[in-house]
């Protein structure tokens, strides 16, 4: 009971789950049982709320969605056959716990470990996508060096060399800089009226970011974002909100063409995103069998799985690393 536990709660026993889902029998006799046990140690993998958006996004203990449970190894096995995988992951939330002082996110350690692992594996390309500047993503996250990063919600794309990103470059235009400016002081000025309550404003190359996470006042945080909104759509910006944060980008960019364009170019067959915000939902909802969506934590979903914190995506990438090693079965070559 006790191994059983153990197996179940770190992902171990998954590893056995995720070979048998390599060969294409996932849901053998033990994997069933790790996923009972799991469910019942924790039920870790609802995130605690509540979902009736999609059945897939549910994770009810013991239906298998729990972390080492049926579904896990049979996702695990089919991206385990891919000819050449893409595994993108969002940074803060999904790798990194999510901190109030964004200087401050760490991925927690096992995902590092994990990434090192997939990093050396010839037919998996890594990719951060974050709503991040890419050269936040290099020095915060410290992938491994063949990671590309696409940084602001894919208006940046850049490759690590020497722990530094190296950014493709990306002109912004007079007009868009301009505007830029304009909204970045509206924001701050909003910001000036809740001045020690919490709100700030964070400077990206492309957009500024209101945030209210410090705020102990939620109904004011919440009025507050909904007048940053405002601004920021008045003065010609998109949206991205997020959360605790309304963040106004002078570029119409998105996770989820930032994806589309990452598997083009990556020749993938086969792809994997993790995320755990508002915007990574946008992106999750344009992924399909056989490729997987991960949402990361609580909330609506149209994911086909979904893991309770970055500890359980650093199992998840821990026992793909496993089914990717094991070699086995392959799709075939493209044409
Ligand atoms: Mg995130």
Do not use: Y
Not at 221 to 234: F, M
Not at 261 to 287: K, N, P, Q, S
């Amino acid at each position: 009971m006790t191994q059983e536990h153990k197996g179940a709660a770190a992902g171990g026993k998954a590893g056995a789950g995720g070979k048998a889902g390599a060969g294409g029998t996932a849901g053998v006799g033990g994997t069933a049982d790790v996923a009972g046990t799991a469910g019942a140690g924790g039920t870790a993998v609802d995130g605690g709320a509540p979902d009736d958006s999609m059945a897939a996004g549910g994770g009810a203990p013991g239906d298998g969605r729990t972390p080492g449970g049926p579904i896990w190894a049979q996702a695990i096995g089919r991206l385990a056959v891919a000819r050449r995988l893409l595994v993108a992951l969002d940074f803060d939330g999904t790798l990194a716990p999510l901190v109030e002082d964004p200087t401050k996110s760490r991925p927690v350690p096992a995902a590092s470990a994990a990434l090192e692992r997939l990093s050396r594996i010839d037919r998996v390309q890594l990719a951060l996508v974050s709503g991040r500047p890419a050269a936040d993503l290099a020095q915060l996250a410290r992938p491994p060096e063949s990671t590309i990063l696409i940084g602001s919600h894919g208006a940046e794309r850049g490759r690590l060399s020497g722990g530094l990103a190296v950014l493709e470059p990306l002109v912004i235009s007079p007009a868009r800089a301009q505007r830029l400016g304009q909204i970045s002081k509206a924001l701050q000025e909003l910001a000036a009226t809740a001045a020690g309550a919490g709100a700030w404003v964070e400077a990206k190359p492309f957009a500024a970011v209101f945030h209210t996470r410090p705020m102990t006042d939620r109904a004011r945080a919440r009025e507050l974002e909904a007048q940053a909104a405002k601004l920021g759509k008045a003065l010609g910006g998109h949206l991205m909100p997020g959360k605790m944060v309304v963040e106004v980008s002078v570029l119409p960019v998105g996770k989820a063409s930032a994806l589309a364009r990452l598997r083009r170019a990556a020749d993938a067959d086969r792809m994997v995103f993790a995320g755990d915000d508002t915007t990574d939902e946008l992106a999750l909802r344009t992924i399909h069998p056989p490729d997987l969506g991960l949402k990361v934590g609580p909330g609506p979903t149209t994911a086909e799985l979904r893991l309770p914190d970055p500890a359980a995506v650093a199992d998840f990438l821990a026992d793909l690393a496993t089914a990717l090693e094991s070699g086995g079965p392959r799709t075939p070559e493209a044409r």
